[in-house]
């Protein structure tokens, strides 16, 4: 069965950086596109980042919040992708979730405060 597991969040100051990880298992990992959600508390659950397939070249799009801040990479040979996030701000606060085949991880904590 599908499974995504994700990992790194935790607490940070505005202007730092932090890389969350996910890895996948129970699907070919690099034919999918591979996305990262998150949602803030009383807020719906927004697209941040995305992969595509190994169909589109894996391309990559980010959500206009995002852009030049944060980086979405994978490795197709440790089924695993990543989010590299810098600049964080106290509105990047939220639970941060990858996403790929209509399934989602547990997700991993980020709040940023000083």
């Known amino acids: 069965q599908v499974q995504l597991v994700e990992s790194g969040g935790g607490l940070v100051q505005p202007g730092d950086s932090l890389t969350l990880s996910c890895v996948a298992s129970?699907?070919?990992?690099?034919?999918?596109?591979m996305n990262w959600y998150r949602q803030a508390p009383g807020k719906e659950l927004e697209f941040v980042a995305g992969?595509?397939?190994?169909?589109?070249?894996?391309?990559?799009f980010y959500a206009e919040s995002v852009k030049g801040r944060f980086t979405i990479s994978r490795d197709n040979a440790k089924s695993t992708v990543y989010l590299h996030m810098s600049g964080l701000k106290p509105e990047d606060t939220a639970i941060y979730y990858c996403?790929?085949?209509?399934?989602y991880g547990q997700g991993t904590q980020v709040t940023v405060s000083s």
């Open positions: 996403n790929s085949n209509g399934f």
């Open positions: 129970g699907f070919t990992f690099s034919e999918y596109s």
């Open positions: 992969s595509g397939s190994r169909e589109s070249g894996h391309s990559t």
